[in-house]
């Protein structure tokens, strides 16, 4: 029987006539009863009755349970297993830096990530199920304050290197089960059965999704591996990706324990240069800037070599680096006598400086060696000849003809000086010095021309050669002078050291004296003559050294040995 929930009576009197007509009937107190009923189970509660979440409803003699979206059944309790479509997120790792920590041991700190493609709108899982992949971290440097779940505050020292799992940047919302590790630090973790998820799957986080921090030892290779879980931004066909066994291999680099080196590769370099002629102008040469251009990762430069095949190049490196992203490093000055116009030097470059990341140990943190070319720009012409208006493509220098550009260009230097110190005139001022074509007077007659400042005599003589045209009357530069000669070997005794700088027939051998080179068995005679291919040595054994200091006959070095005293 359906228990009763409410009654009702009714009463009443009711008055008639008998059928036959003969009298009128009356009959008092005729009672009326009925009952309203619930279905069975559903006991008034709405909620008790159904599983799952379900909510009972009432219906004559039954009863309807509304269950959730993945129950069904009468009582709502089938689970209704989801469809997951198959995600593309792609693994990303990032390496931090590298660090000394308490114990002296050097460690290398990465992140690791998950890029979402355009088809999955965030993240809000990573799991393992008995019956799926499970998710495996390798063991990781915890700091005594940091925890295994969500980005880890930096209170302490250390706390920055700190190990740990998370979604996104910010822990906020974010729920764990089954990933207490309390031996992470020696131990390699599995997560079999749990993970991390945000109960409200709308609020997890897009596009790179931070997943994982791990500070590993140095010099090692790991792997980690996850599941992961987010909803689609296309619901039409199914509502959420799955996607397993993600995998993150990555290797930390050799460190040690005083100092530990990051091989950073993001940052570049650049070169400008231009001609600049130091008084007197055989001097010229081109001063060459380098810049280098820090990524996000770098800080500051601290240190920095320039090298380079031009023998007679001068390198000025800065006590300090200004710390911006683009740093003045070095300016190299490469004589313009050495290179024709358009011919390439390279330079190497070896840097080294602070990242963003601190470096708790001592020691600098990253270094490059980055190598860039130097292409020779057109060096000065002719007197006066200061304005470039043709890009340098003249031979003669600049654009081969004295005009009012000129005249302009040297009046922005009139003043300028090479040295205010030598000079008489009062208004002499150093800074922005450029020398040679504007410092054009006067002519030394040896090759050089001017006097180490920028004056009334420079301006007379541009106006001198007004529309003078270089082109069609080239400028001649007087020689010059030539070099001086080596000093001649001491008249009666064996000159040694010089003959044996040249090596010109043994690979090893370095001390050979004049009676080893002349005989027996005899390589040159006493009458050889130094001065033609002797620094390529004999023809039969090729260029094995040089003789840079020798011009002459051997006789002229070899006196004692040849007889000649």
């Given at each position: 029987m359906l228990p009763t929930k409410t009654?009702?009576?009714?009463?009443?009197?009711?008055?008639?006539?008998?059928?036959?007509?003969?009298?009128?009937?009356?009959?008092?107190?005729?009672?009326?009863?009925?009952?309203?009923?619930?279905?069975?189970?559903?006991?008034?509660?709405t909620t008790g009755t159904c599983l799952n979440g379900g909510t009972c409803v009432d219906e004559v003699d039954s009863f309807l349970c509304n269950c959730l979206e993945d129950y069904d059944g009468l009582i709502c309790e089938n689970w209704i297993e989801p469809t997951f479509s198959t995600g593309?997120?792609?693994?990303?790792?990032?390496?931090?830096?590298?660090?000394?920590?308490?114990?002296?041991?050097?460690?290398?700190?990465?992140?690791?990530?998950?890029?979402?493609?355009?088809?999955?709108?965030?993240?809000?899982s990573l799991y393992a199920f008995p019956d799926s992949p499970a998710m495996t971290f390798p063991a990781a440097f915890q700091t005594a304050l940091g925890g295994d779940i969500g980005v880890t505050p930096v209170i302490a020292e250390f706390d920055a290197y700190d190990s740990y799992l998370t979604i996104g940047n910010s822990s906020q919302g974010l729920t764990a089960v089954g990933t207490d590790f309390p031996s992470w630090s020696t131990d390699d973790i599995a997560v079999t059965d749990g993970g991390l998820f945000?109960?409200?799957p709308s609020n997890a986080p897009s596009g790179v999704v931070l997943i994982a921090q791990l500070t590993v030892p140095c010099d090692s290779t790991f792997m980690a591996r996850v599941n992961a879980q987010g909803l689609n931004a296309d619901q039409s066909v199914n509502a959420a990706w799955r996607q397993e066994n993600i995998e993150f291999s990555f290797t930390s680099g050799l460190c040690c324990a005083d100092a530990c080196f990051r091989n950073a590769t993001d940052v570049s370099a650049s070169v400008t240069s231009i001609p600049v002629s130091q008084y007197p102008a055989v001097n010229s040469f081109v001063a060459v800037d380098i810049y280098l251009h820090l990524s996000d990762g770098e800080q500051s430069v601290t240190n920095v070599s320039v090298n380079t095949d031009v023998s007679d190049a001068v390198v000025a490196v800065?006590?300090?680096?200004?710390?911006?992203?683009?740093?003045?490093?070095?300016?190299?000055?490469?004589?313009?006598?050495?290179?024709?116009?358009?011919?390439?030097v390279e330079l190497t470059i070896a840097a080294e400086g602070t990242s963003v990341y601190e470096f708790v140990g001592s020691g600098l943190d990253w270094q490059q060696q980055i190598v860039v070319d130097v292409t020779m720009p057109q060096a000065a012409g002719c007197p006066?000849?200061?304005?470039?208006?043709?890009?340098?493509?003249?031979?003669?220098?600049?654009?081969?003809?004295?005009?009012l550009s000129d005249l302009l260009a040297l009046l922005s230097q009139y003043g300028t000086c090479f040295d205010p110190s030598d000079t008489e005139s009062s208004n002499c001022h150093a800074e922005g010095w450029v020398g040679y074509?504007?410092?054009?007077?006067?002519?030394?007659?040896?090759?050089?021309?001017?006097?180490?400042?920028?004056n009334v005599h420079d301006l007379l003589d541009v106006l001198g050669n007004y529309h003078r045209d270089y082109i069609e009357f080239p400028c001649v530069f007087p020689p010059p002078p030539p070099a001086p000669a080596p000093e001649p070997a001491p008249a009666c005794e064996d000159n040694n050291a010089l003959v044996s700088s040249?090596?010109?027939?043994?690979?090893?051998?370095?001390?050979?004296?004049?009676?080893?080179?002349?005989g027996p068995p005899t390589i040159w005679t006493c009458d050889y003559d130094t001065a033609g291919t002797v620094c390529n040595g004999p023809p039969a054994t090729g260029p094995l050294g040089s003789c840079p200091d020798i011009a002459g006959p051997l006789s002229t070095y070899c006196p004692l040995t040849c007889g000649a005293c």
């Open positions: 009654t009702a009576e009714f009463v009443t009197t009711t008055l008639g006539t008998i059928v036959d007509g003969s009298d009128d009937w009356q009959q008092t107190n005729i009672e009326f009863q009925w009952a309203t009923s619930c279905p069975s189970g559903c006991l008034g509660d593309s997120a792609t693994p990303i790792v990032s390496e931090i830096s590298t660090v000394n920590l308490e114990s002296g041991e050097a460690f290398t700190t990465f992140q690791l990530f998950l890029s979402l493609s355009s088809a999955e709108a965030n993240v809000h945000f109960p409200d800065p006590d300090e680096f200004i710390a911006l992203p683009d740093v003045l490093v070095a300016t190299v000055e490469i004589p313009t006598s050495r290179y024709e116009y358009g011919s390439v006066f000849d200061c304005r470039d208006n043709n890009g340098g493509s003249s031979a003669l220098g600049w654009d081969g003809q004295i005009l074509p504007y410092d054009g007077s006067p002519d030394n007659g040896d090759g050089t021309y001017g006097d180490g400042v920028v040249f090596q010109p027939f043994l690979s090893n051998s370095g001390g050979l004296d004049c009676a080893t080179i002349i």
